[in-house]
């Protein structure tokens, strides 16, 4: 089906992350509506499952990655990290210095920090010889 090369690994990537958006999507619904947490707490602990699950999916189906698990989750968590900054970035830079409509700003912030959170995981968190 899917091999390891750039372009599938991409693909699984991409599909992961459409998994993630509709765990932290569910995850907040559920705290507000059925927990009545606040919006702030809905909102972590949407995104903590996310990137929970972003990780062990990318780390097993999508990388295919054997190394220790403490040593890829830390790694994963710096560049989860370093590309939401930069994806904050040029969503703000966007949206404060052009015309874009801001859904439109918010979709192309979204696809940086896809490529970039992308390439780095497979460059440095996943590391392989592929």
């Known amino acids: 089906m899917f091999t390891n090369n750039p372009f599938s690994q991409f ?7 459409v998994i993630n958006t509709i765990i932290t999507l569910l995850a907040i619904w ?29 780390k097993l189906w999508t990388f295919n990655d054997k190394s220790k ?8 968590i710096i560049v989860f990290g370093i590309t939401y900054i930069i994806q904050f ?14 859904f439109v700003c918010q979709i192309i912030a979204m696809v940086v920090y896809t490529v970039l959170n ?11 010889n592929s």
């Open 30 to 58: 559920v705290m507000v509506h059925v927990f009545l947490a606040s919006q702030y707490v809905a909102n972590i602990t949407g995104y903590v499952l996310g990137v929970a699950n972003s990780y062990i999916m990318n």
């Open 69 to 76: 698990t403490a040593t890829t989750f830390v790694k994963f």
């Open 89 to 102: 970035s040029v969503l703000s830079l966007l949206l404060n210095f052009t015309a874009i409509d801001a």
């Open 11 to 17: 693909l699984k990537f991409s599909f992961v992350g």
């Open 118 to 128: 992308f390439s780095i995981n497979k460059k440095f968190t996943f590391k392989t």
